[in-house]
């Protein structure tokens, strides 16, 4: 399992991760508190108990932190579906599992605002080097169902692309809970596969 690959200081020590994981929680319950926009670095540092130089010597910027969260929202969800047979049974767990984060991890509205980082392309952040573990997996499994379970005619790679743009688009473009567009997630995952009964939900 990967770090997420936001530029940190190198040769963390154990301390160094105390210090980096107290700063993460601090700045997630920020920006639930505050609104992304409205928090600051200073109350972020001041809630950790230490200060915005530490802050800065961990995380470039607070977009940073949304990095951060997005890599433990993805590993979380993959963590829950990995043990899913089949295509269909995937699907229908991703779909119970992002809903579970954007309640639990992500909650406040933070998996909309981690996903809009990538549609603004803040400077100072490299981006085209993140890890996307949900990705990975999501190609995994439509490679596997290539002959049976996914669509006829769909190239994985292809509809790997489309379907996690489309399920973004989806989370990022409606405000509230995800999970009030539980069917409108499901809807979109059955069109992926060969079979059109419809995803459980």
């Given at each position: 399992m990967l770090p997420p690959r936001v530029p940190v200081a190198a040769n963390r020590d154990r301390k160094g991760d105390r210090t980096r994981e107290r700063l993460f929680q601090a700045a997630i319950a920020e920006?639930?508190?505050?609104?992304?926009?409205?928090?600051?670095?200073?109350?972020i540092a001041q809630r950790a108990g230490t200060s915005r130089a530490s802050f800065y010597f961990y995380y470039p910027s607070?977009?940073?932190?949304?990095?951060?969260?997005?890599?433990?929202?993805?590993?979380?969800?993959?963590?829950q579906t990995r043990h899913r047979a089949g295509l269909r049974a995937f699907l229908d767990a991703l779909i119970d599992a992002i809903c579970s984060a954007d309640s639990g991890i992500a909650a406040g509205g933070l998996l909309r605002v981690t996903l809009a980082v990538y549609i603004r392309q803040p400077a100072g952040l490299d981006l085209s080097d993140q890890p996307f573990p949900l990705m990975m997996e999501?190609?995994?499994?439509?490679?596997?169902?290539?002959?049976?379970?996914?669509?006829?005619?769909l190239d994985p790679a292809q509809a790997t692309e489309l379907f996690l743009a489309s399920l973004f688009g989806l989370i990022a473009g409606t405000a509230g809970p995800v999970a009030t567009r539980r069917d409108a997630l499901h809807t979109l995952a059955t069109l992926f596969l060969a079979d059109e009964t419809p995803v459980e939900r």
């Amino acid at each position: 399992m990967l770090p997420p690959r936001v530029p940190v200081a190198a040769n963390r020590d154990r301390k160094g991760d105390r210090t980096r994981e107290r700063l993460f929680q601090a700045a997630i319950a920020e920006f639930r508190e505050s609104g992304f926009e409205a928090a600051s670095v200073g109350a972020i540092a001041q809630r950790a108990g230490t200060s915005r130089a530490s802050f800065y010597f961990y995380y470039p910027s607070k977009e940073a932190v949304l990095l951060d969260l997005q890599w433990r929202v993805e590993m979380e969800v993959v963590d829950q579906t990995r043990h899913r047979a089949g295509l269909r049974a995937f699907l229908d767990a991703l779909i119970d599992a992002i809903c579970s984060a954007d309640s639990g991890i992500a909650a406040g509205g933070l998996l909309r605002v981690t996903l809009a980082v990538y549609i603004r392309q803040p400077a100072g952040l490299d981006l085209s080097d993140q890890p996307f573990p949900l990705m990975m997996e999501v190609a995994r499994r439509f490679i596997e169902a290539r002959d049976d379970e996914l669509r006829p005619g769909l190239d994985p790679a292809q509809a790997t692309e489309l379907f996690l743009a489309s399920l973004f688009g989806l989370i990022a473009g409606t405000a509230g809970p995800v999970a009030t567009r539980r069917d409108a997630l499901h809807t979109l995952a059955t069109l992926f596969l060969a079979d059109e009964t419809p995803v459980e939900r």
